[in-house]
């Protein structure tokens, strides 16, 4: 027994060793993630689950789910994603890891799996608005992709190392020096961070050679130190720098703070703190406007809409004290993160957020400020956005061109990317057509008529084709001609368009040998008023006329088979003069214009058109009184007898020159 009971009192000694040991570990754990140490809390995380019994299921979802939420923290979305999948197997599973294995997903490009995983988010927390926002961003997203602004982005080889590297200013007028941050080897603080693993950042700075390369970066004299330097901003004439400092030891409360200097001469003097806030608070990312008045910057002080949000501090211009920080609101600020402000001259401002609709995480977008003091926000889409954090955009001054910072390569590396929106570029290629036929026709005469005075011409090829170049903003006309055509017409515009375009259009030219039918003039029975429809066909008319100054023309008019000859005669010239009446109160000189009424002696015969829109007529035959009364029933009898009731002209000269100046 004694040997027993000494057994017992061992195995509770080593039980309550190893579950004092393991409650250590993941106090330790805690403590490093409440501390903001989300790298170091990994590995401390991953050796309390293997030391939780399996059989603590509750214990061990905990534990994934927090592991998931440090590879999420530390901007490892692939990690992350792999354990909020372990964690949302589980019974014990929070309803956030069903949301943010959604969002892992997201950001690693698998949009339309994202939408599915969200979904299922929504049955969880019906009441949680997130999971649809994150479903619209999901569905523009594959929009944006398949319809994606024109810039081109290209990767900064010269500038980027294996370290982070975002945040780019330039720092001269010619735009050949730049500033940026980098936690790259050469950096002076040698700690690295719990959060990430990476070292402290420095703001480094490379210049242009007449070769288009970047220099090797070197660590900016004077400004940087062993804690933390980033985010510059230059003032408009390039003489003064506002950053980012930020001070820490292992496991202290980040204070950041905004730093200022004066270039003297070839150098940057001592930097000092610009005090718009208490040290103990986070100021950070500044941005200043051309007229150095209104300075941008981060902070998550109270007042705000989320985590971090966007402000401003105001000064008389030509220098002073600063005001107190205003938030710029709600057209800006979300329960999210908004970051990395940059103030362009003409007062747009740029930003990131996680909380505005995106592609990913962190995306880039576009502030214009309204006279009432909103905001118009939008998204500025692919190829500048991604499904990884894009931020830290910076502009060669007015052009739509510069630089930004992405982690799309993935392993959640910031590297820097250069932008450019090529000149627009734009052409129209064309075919001239028989409007009966449909056939091709050759060696027609082009011409481009141009807003801006310019005009060309060109005669089509043995296809019919024709081809021009276009100018940007500009209206144009294309007249095409052929001798037993009359001319025809089209339009376009370069006017309003933001991407580089190749316009199609087909002019359709009507030929001259045939009498032509003036669609939809169309007269109740036994009336010669114009109903409201015709004006639109007869307005066309008058463009037609426009267009073929030397052409004369007969308006004929038509009626039906009823009544007598002699009434169908009178009816039809009434008919026939209203038209040449409503043309000349439209400008048309009269000498261009007969008008002679056809009575019922010439019966419509029915063409392509008509029997496929009204399949019990049969292209080919004649509308006569023979056919009409072989008809169905009478609906289809008023259909026979309207199609009789029509206005046609015909070319009657292609040489009137007018006598009137």
Not at 177 to 189: K, N, Q, V
Not at 556 to 582: C, F, G, P, W
Request: charged content about 30%; some cysteine; proline content about 5%.
């Amino acid at each position: 027994m004694k040997q027993l009971f000494l057994l017992i009192i061992f195995l509770i000694t080593v039980t309550s060793f190893e579950v004092s040991a393991q409650k250590r570990k993941s106090e330790r754990a805690y403590s490093s993630f409440n501390a903001g140490e989300y790298f170091d809390a990994i590995d401390l995380f991953k050796n309390a689950y293997s030391k939780t019994k399996k059989g603590d299921k509750s214990a061990r979802t905990e534990l994934v789910y927090m592991i998931a939420e440090c590879y999420r923290l530390i901007n490892d979305p692939k990690s992350a994603e792999t354990w909020y999948k372990l964690a949302v197997k589980s019974s014990f599973s929070k309803p956030e890891a069903q949301y943010w294995l959604a969002e892992s997903i997201k950001k690693n490009g698998k949009t339309q799996l994202a939408v599915d995983e969200f979904k299922k988010y929504k049955q969880i927390a019906p009441s949680d608005a997130r999971a649809d926002q994150e479903i619209r961003a999901c569905e523009l997203t594959l929009d944006w992709l398949r319809n994606p602004e024109a810039y081109k982005v290209d990767e900064m080889k010269d500038l980027n190392s294996k370290q982070e590297d975002f945040s780019p200013a330039y720092g001269r007028d010619d735009f050949g020096l730049i500033y940026f941050t980098s936690s790259r080897d050469e950096a002076a603080g040698n700690k690295k961070h719990g959060a990430t693993g990476q070292g402290y950042t420095d703001i480094f700075e490379s210049r242009v050679d007449k070769k288009s390369k970047w220099s090797t970066p070197v660590p900016v004299e004077v400004i940087n130190t062993e804690f933390e330097e980033g985010t510059p901003s230059f003032s408009a004439d390039y003489k003064e720098i506002y950053f980012t400092r930020c001070e820490a030891g292992k496991r202290e409360k980040k204070s950041c703070m905004i730093m200022y200097t004066k270039r003297n001469g070839d150098k940057w003097g001592e930097p000092k703190n610009i005090g718009i806030l208490p040290d103990s608070l986070l100021a950070a990312h500044p941005s200043i406007s051309a007229d150095g008045s209104t300075l941008y910057f981060v902070s998550d002080i109270p007042g705000g809409f989320g985590k971090k949000d966007i402000w401003k501090v105001t000064r008389p211009k030509g220098g002073g004290a600063w005001s107190k920080p205003v938030n710029l609101g709600p057209d800006i600020n979300t329960p999210g993160d908004e970051l990395f402000p940059y103030i362009r001259q003409d007062g747009t401002l740029y930003f990131s957020s996680d909380g505005q609709i995106g592609m990913g995480g962190l995306d880039i977008f576009k502030a214009k400020p309204q006279p009432d003091g909103s905001w118009v926000v939008t998204n500025m889409k692919s190829p500048i956005n991604s499904f990884a954090d894009d931020f830290g955009i910076a502009f060669e001054g007015g052009n739509e061109r510069g630089i930004f910072s992405s982690t799309r390569k993935g392993k959640g590396n910031d590297e820097l990317y250069s932008f450019e929106l090529p000149p627009l570029k734009f052409g129209i290629t064309g075919l001239v057509k028989d409007e009966k036929t449909g056939i091709a026709i050759p060696a027609s005469l082009v011409k481009l008529i141009a807003s801006d005075g310019n005009s060309l011409q060109a005669e089509t090829g043995t296809g019919g084709d024709f081809k021009f170049a276009l100018k940007t903003d500009v209206d144009y006309i294309l007249v095409a001609s052929k001798s037993g055509y009359l001319n025809g017409k089209e339009k376009e515009t370069t006017k309003g368009q933001d991407k580089s375009r190749e316009f199609m259009v087909t002019i359709q030219l009507t030929p001259i040998d045939r009498p032509i039918e003036l669609p939809n003039i169309l007269y109740d029975f036994g009336k010669w008023d114009l109903r409201p429809e015709s004006m639109v066909s007869l307005d066309k008319l008058v463009e037609t006329l426009n267009d073929n100054p030397n052409v004369t023309i007969e308006l004929m008019s038509h009626t039906d088979s009823r009544d007598t000859e002699e009434y169908n005669l009178i009816l039809s010239q009434k008919r026939a003069q209203i038209v040449v009446q409503y043309l000349i109160d439209k400008g048309i000189d009269p000498d261009r214009l007969m008008a002679k009424g056809y009575g019922k002696s010439t019966p419509k015969v029915v063409d392509l058109a008509i029997a496929e829109q009204n399949p019990f007529l049969k292209a080919g035959v004649t509308i006569n009184d023979q056919l009409i009364n072989s008809l169905a029933n009478d609906q289809q009898k008023e259909i026979a007898h309207q199609t009789n009731r029509r206005t046609e002209f015909k070319v009657l000269r292609t040489d009137y020159v007018s006598t009137k100046k």
